[in-house]
């Protein structure tokens, strides 16, 4: 599965917020309890990584 197909199309906080509450309507749950907020802003950084496409 390509994680990053439709990543250039969100935000930063909305890849924040999904790591941290989870996405509704999919078996995503959310992080909040188990990553601080640096460790999240870590992952949102490393996404973008993979995916070099500039946002719209």
Same mark, same amino acid.
């Given at each position: ?12 906080? =909305?890849?924040?917020? #999904? ?6 309507? %999919? ?9 601080? =907020?640096?460790?999240? #802003? ?6 973008? %990584? ?7």
């Amino acid at each position: 599965m390509d994680l990053t197909a439709h990543l250039y199309q969100h935000t930063d906080g =909305d890849l924040y917020w #999904w790591i941290k509450k989870g996405k509704a309507g %999919t078996p995503m749950p959310g992080f909040e309890n188990r990553l601080s =907020d640096e460790e999240v #802003w870590h992952l949102v950084n490393y996404l973008r %990584t993979l995916d070099q496409r500039s946002a719209p």
